[in-house]
């Protein structure tokens, strides 16, 4: 609660009182003397519509004796013979004075007028079933918040400088006896000494990791530019796989309480204080205080429905016409349809600054992780962000905000122990403070090691083989498909214990069907003192492959021969062995645009039942013999390459030989261009390609959120279908986003296209509705595929026969269209969380149902970890 500073004007003012007069030193008969009293009692009521009023501050003025009315508008109160008047203060009504008569006991009936220029409607029936936001007058004052959130947001001000402390920490929790058990840590005495039980109640933490940052940031308002001059930095590190940081600060983000939606664990709730708000949330006006002179509101709120995506708390509210947000202390609900979370809490705290504004001064976002809400070990998790030294309006120079938006002063990771001693706005607790060291220290003994590569090989793929190397992905060893029969692979890459700005990789397989060996050797160097990893990324990567593929087959963030994508629906025999050669060159810039430039050379040859041949072949049919097929062995291509990639305020989950984005409100262009060169390390054909995508998600707040993808394409110059753009198919039993989940390899060609994907998560919003459903905490999807295309009559071989022939069953029947007539149109809708882990679809096509080989129904299954 509040400090000692602050003086509570409610029904805590009688027990305050009482310990106050017992600390007086005086004699029995002195305070016989001038204790006699009267009592005063009666109710209160609302003037017009004869309501009882809850929570009335009943007072006497120049004292500190006090009360407050009860749920039925009732108070009593015993005062001093000598008081002469008492005082009725209540929010959204004018005060009102009545004289007493001195040394006379009263019951008084009094009616409070609304004071309507402030609250127009102003009844509290109290926490009833029949709750309404019609007269109350705790919604009235959230609409008040809610008009005046500009003005009180740091974005008001033209300018705005502070300092900002931020600690992270991560701890196992667990009873002291259990934590002290653990099989993992009870060989690791200096790890065990670190275990705090002051953190939880009833529950210790056993610290293991920690980060703490001190910066300065910069602020303004027009043009909007936001700068961040890192001056300490210092963490946990646990070796070479395990980096933490990013994706723990992507899941415990800044907390802005005067947001519509406040994004919390990759999810989205909505603010107390959103536009919105009264829509979703319950309130009610729970006590009036006076904090330094300064008259405060308490408002508690809680969701109107408990598993939505909402928060349960208090809020206080200034009094000053300004009607800022002073306090905030909220937790999630144990029924949110959110996944392992057993706790969470944040709590704001807002200081006044010289004219008379508040600004955040501390956040404090605490959360606890377990397997079930039962369960009595878990992960605890904890940021603490305090801001110091507001300035505003002190302008910067211009050129103050040129250059990168974030910036690190050279001696930010090198500072000692007496330095953040003496700088950080919090001091560490033991525990804390021993974190690094037992960390670092643990991170070095063998058994430990030992442990991590493990874990590492079953989350990353990778297992080690000596300091330099890693062999995997284990999931690539053995696959199979109707080409190369059962497959084998093995391989592997370099580690930054090898070389920090140089990777090599590699790997050779061998189908045991087709008899042939496939290779794939690359080397990536770094061009900057990081990582070729580590944003952002300056790096030359070179190649050379020769395996096999299936043409439109596009995969993300998968290797296209793990083992279980092996299973296929339907025919699937036509594939290619290529064999590339690829240089490129990758710039990112810390704004988030990137280029790469690179050259391709390219052959393929058809493979399985796929053939390559000119169009002017016919079948033999009776009484005519046909003509002979002219076979085309291969083709070459020679290709110059240029990406332009923009992703605003991208982030990652990065590690030190990896990363993945981590999808945000942002959305991410990117535009391909390639020009093919004839004559060019025999490439055979001269044509050029545009490709524009556009990928962005919605955040709609409790409706979920929608990953909307457009896509377009172009391709100028006449070529054979293997070079038109040949769209993604999917014959596996994975759901695929950008891929079509019911289209066959081979189906569709284009040399201009338009596509949209639109892929919606309703987040429960449905379900947690549903009364015998609610409890799973099940995930409700639609997606809805459109794709437009076309082939220009040069490129259609009906027209040219020098041009390779679209693929065909033996039967005659085709295998590969156009998109000349009507869009390519798919529909899915889908069942989440399962497990916390599996997204389950039924797919329905439903356009081009005529051609051989369909699948109108299908169910596909995908992989999907998120809270």
Known sequence: MYSNKKVYVSTLHILVCCLAFLAIGVNFNAVQAQSATNIVKGTIKDAVTNEPLIGVSIFLPGTTQGTSSDVEGNFSLRVSQAATKIQFTYLGYKTKVVELTPGESKVLAVKLESESKRLKEVVVKGRSRNYSNKN???????????????????????????????????????????LKSNILFKKYDFIMKNIDTSKLEGTAVLPLYLQESISQQFFRKDPEKRKTIVQAEKKVDFGEFVVINSYVKHMYQDIDIYKNNITILTNQFLSPIADLAPTFYRFYVTDTVVVDGQKLTELSFSPKNETDFLFTGKLYVTMDGNYAVQKVDMEVGKKVNINWVRDLHINLDFNRLANGRYNLSKSVFRSEFAVTQNSKGGVYGERTVSFRDFRV?????????????????????????????????????FSELNTYQSIDSLRNTRSFKRTLDIATMFIAGYKQAGPNFEIGPVNTFYSFNPVEGFRLRAGGRTTTTFSKKMMFETYAAYGFKDEKWKYFLGGTYSLTDRSI?????????????????????????VQEDNFL????????DKWLYNETYNVDYLHEFRNHM??????????????????????????????????????????????????????????????KLYRYPIVNRFPIFTLRAAAGV????????????????????????QFGYSDVITEGGYIFGQVPFPLLAIHRANQTYSYQIQAYNLMNFLEFVSDQYASLNLDHCFNGFIFNKLPLVRKTKLREFATLKVLYGKVREENNPANHQDLLAFPAYATGLPVTYTLDKKPYVEASVGVGNLFKFFRVDVVKRLTYLDNPGVSEVGIRGRFKFDF
């Open 594 to 655: 990137s280029f790469r430039v690179g050259f391709k050379n390219w052959e393929q040859t058809p493979a399985g039942s796929l053939e390559y041949y000119k169009a002017n072949y016919t079948p033999p049919t009776e009484g005519n013999p046909g003509t002979e097929k002219e076979i085309v062995d291969h083709i070459t291509t020679s290709e110059v390459r240029l990406e332009l990639r923009w992703a605003p305020n991208e982030n990652f989950a990065q590690g």
């Open 136 to 178: 109350n007058p705790a919604v009235d004052l959230i609409r008040l918040v809610v008009d005046n959130k500009n003005k009180n947001r740091m974005e008001s001000y033209d300018y705005v400088q502070y300092q900002q402390y931020d600690k992270l920490q991560l701890a196992l929790s667990n009873s002291p006896e259990k």
């Open 565 to 572: 994508l092996s299973f296929k629906r339907g025919t699937n």
């Open 678 to 701: 004839k004559g060019l390390f025999n490439g055979d054909y001269d044509y050029q390609s545009l490709t524009l995508n556009i990928a962005k998600r919605f955040y709609l707040s």
């Open 393 to 429: 309006n002190q302008p910067k120079p211009e050129s103050f905000y040129e250059g990168e938006a974030l910036t690190k002063t050279e001696a930010a990771e090198r500072h000692d122990e007496e330095f953040w001693a003496a700088n950080r706005h919090d001091t560490l607790s």
């Open 533 to 557: 990893f580590e944003f952002p990324v300056r790096a030359l990567r070179v190649n050379y492959q020769k395996d096999t593929k299936i043409p439109g087959q596009d995969l993300q963030f």
